[in-house]
């Protein structure tokens, strides 16, 4: 790789690091607002779920703590996989391109963010019968849905683990270049 684009990326992962640092707190910050949120007032916390229909009374504690670890677990995802994108790219600021280190972060945010979309719909479900377990009978809700909003995030994140290995292979190559001079 000539030193130009080495330099180019290089400037690239240092901003790219910034940026994982910054949705990594958004995402955090986020999450302690829904559970100040969900611990306050859970009915317009959970209003955002389109659909239900809440009876705040009947909303128990057991319920809350099963929604705030339901939706915990998300937000450990998608933490991971950011925390792993951001040391990829501090593998990369560093110039370490071809190297195993790299593309194991590579595969590992993969992973996670495939782990977080797959656990997306099922987060859901659970959210909503969690929420409506108490309602009347006949009002109680089992809510399952999958559409584009969890299936590009799967294609992305195979996209990532893909790459990841082809990262492994180009580097077994440099490697067994490297050994011949």
């Known amino acids: 790789m000539s030193n130009e684009r080495m330099a ?11 940026m994982c640092m910054v949705a990594l707190a958004i ?21 955002g779920i389109d659909g239900i229909r809440l009876y705040p009374d009947r909303i ?3 319920q809350l703590a099963g929604i705030a670890t339901i939706n915990g677990i998300s937000i450990l995802l998608v933490s991971a996989g950011l925390f792993a994108l951001w040391e990829m790219f501090s593998e990369f600021a560093d110039g370490e391109v071809l190297s195993r280190v790299p593309a194991r972060h590579m ?3 993969g992973k996670f963010f495939f782990a977080t979309a797959i656990w ?14 108490n309602n009347p009978v006949g009002e109680r809700q089992l809510s399952i849905a999958v559409n584009s909003e969890q299936l590009f995030p799967i294609l ?3 996209v990532l683990f893909a790459v990841g290995h082809v990262l492994t292979a180009a580097t077994e190559v440099d490697e067994e270049n490297k050994g011949f001079v």
């Open 60 to 62: 128990g504690f057991w």
């Open 120 to 133: 997306g719909v099922f987060a859901h479900m659970a959210t909503v019968l969690l929420a409506t377990m």
């Open 8 to 18: 180019a990326l290089q400037k690239l992962s240092r901003r790219m690091k910034l």
């Open 107 to 109: 595969r590992q945010a």
């Open 27 to 47: 995402v955090l910050l986020a999450a302690l607002i829904a559970l100040q949120g969900l611990a306050t007032d859970p009915r317009a916390t959970l209003a």
């Open 156 to 158: 992305l994140a195979g």
